[in-house]
Structure formats: structure tokens, C-alpha cells
T-cell receptor, first 114, second 109 residues
């Protein structure tokens, strides 16, 4: 199994749809992250979970709802999204949640909102 | 405000050397990271510098000057597979990562 796996790799949805992104890490890490990556823009941190507890929510709109049932799995539930939410959503994990260590990223879920 | 600046795009020739610069303005400083991201792939860790100086890892080296708020990534003996985006990220006093927008490196034969 690869380190961090994200599904689906590509998703197209309408503004009224509800969908979910899934992330799984096989590295035994304690922290998991959701990032948004838009073309030619810096990575935007969305949510951080440390030992399954949400430790950061970077003023993300409520149409994005994270869920972390255990230290290995992370979900991002999507509903009533806007076209400007189209982006690559990257999941990452790390040993600790303080950013002093290396982040291990998944390949991302490419989201298109019509 | 906090900011990371790096060039948007650079072009270099196979076999040559290229230096990708990154300047940072952060509230406090706890180190600087470089990541590589090939198109359609996950970013992968390249280096972490917290002390001044040059750290070498094979063909890649990373340099940090804390007094100048400056870092660079040096790639030697460039190969076509080095075509990728290179992301610079600074760690501030609250251990928050401040990311640059990335430098797209194009390698030509």
C-alpha cells in the first residue's frame, strides 16, 4: 500500500450535489490535513486533525465538512459547492501535528464544480 | 503579513545547474521546507533547513540565510525528470506553514 491514498482522483459535481473525498494513510501517523491547491496559488490549509481531534479550521466555509473517524482515515464532505471551489484537494499526514516534521501527501482529488 | 516569494517559472537545460530562490517574511521562524511536485502527483519532501548554511543531498542542495530571510534550492546535473514545481514553505513562530505559490521548472534537452 502506498503511504497516503486519496479517492476519487477526479470528481465532477453540480452545485446541488453532495459528495465526499476520502483519504487513508498507512504510515502510522497521528496527524492528518486537508489542503486546497489552486493553480499558481500557495497551498491553503483547510483542516488539521491530531489524534482524531480537529485542531485547526482555517475559516473554511461550512459547505466543506471534515470527518476523522480514526487516525488513519480522513474525509471531506462536500455540499452546495460553488464553481470557485474547483481545485485540487490534497490530503497529507505527519508523525506529529506541529509541522516540524515532513508532510506526506496523497496525489489529490481533482474537483470540478459545474 | 506573512509572505513567501519565489519565481513563477524557470527554464534550464539538461545537464546544467539551476538555483531556485525563495524569500520569506514570517512572524518568527522555525525553519524552511522545500517540496517537489511533479504534474498530477503528490508533493514530496526535499529538504528542511533551520540553521544557516548549505545542506547537500546528492544532486540537490538547500541553502538558508536567516539574517536575509532567504533560501535557495540548487539542482545540479539537471535531468529531464527534474521538470516539476518546487514549493517553498516557511514555518513561523506558531509552527504554521506559510507556503509559496511554487516555481515551475522546465528542463529542455
Amino acid at each position: 500500500e502506498t503511504g497516503v491514498t486519496q479517492t476519487p482522483r477526479h470528481l465532477v459535481m453540480g452545485m446541488t450535489n453532495k459528495k465526499s473525498l476520502k483519504c487513508e494513510q498507512h504510515l502510522g501517523h497521528n496527524a492528518m490535513y486537508w489542503y486546497k491547491q489552486s493553480a499558481k496559488k500557495p497551498l491553503e490549509l483547510m483542516f488539521v486533525y491530531n489524534f482524531k481531534e480537529q485542531t485547526e479550521n482555517n475559516s473554511v466555509p461550512s459547505r466543506f465538512s471534515p470527518e476523522c473517524p480514526n487516525s488513519s482515515h480522513l474525509f471531506l464532505h462536500l455540499h452546495t459547492l460553488q464553481p470557485e471551489d474547483s481545485a485540487l484537494y490534497l490530503c497529507a499526514s505527519s508523525q506529529g501535528g506541529d509541522n516540524t516534521g515532513e508532510l506526506f501527501f496523497g496525489e489529490g482529488s481533482r474537483l470540478t464544480v459545474l | 503579513g506573512q509572505n513567501i516569494d519565489q519565481p513563477t517559472e524557470m527554464t534550464a537545460t539538461e545537464g546544467a545547474i539551476v538555483q531556485i530562490n525563495c524569500t520569506y517574511q514570517t512572524s518568527g521562524f522555525n525553519g524552511l521546507f522545500w517540496y517537489q511536485q511533479h504534474a498530477g502527483e503528490a508533493p514530496t519532501f526535499l529538504s528542511y533547513n533551520v540553521l544557516d548554511g548549505l545542506e547537500e543531498k546528492g544532486r540537490f542542495s538547500s541553502f538558508l540565510s536567516r539574517s536575509k530571510g532567504y533560501s535557495y534550492l540548487l539542482l545540479k546535473e539537471l535531468q529531464m525528470k527534474d521538470s516539476a514545481s518546487y514549493l517553498c514553505a516557511g514555518l513561523d513562530s506558531n509552527y504554521q506553514l506559510i507556503w509559496g505559490a511554487g516555481t515551475k521548472l522546465i528542463i529542455k534537452p
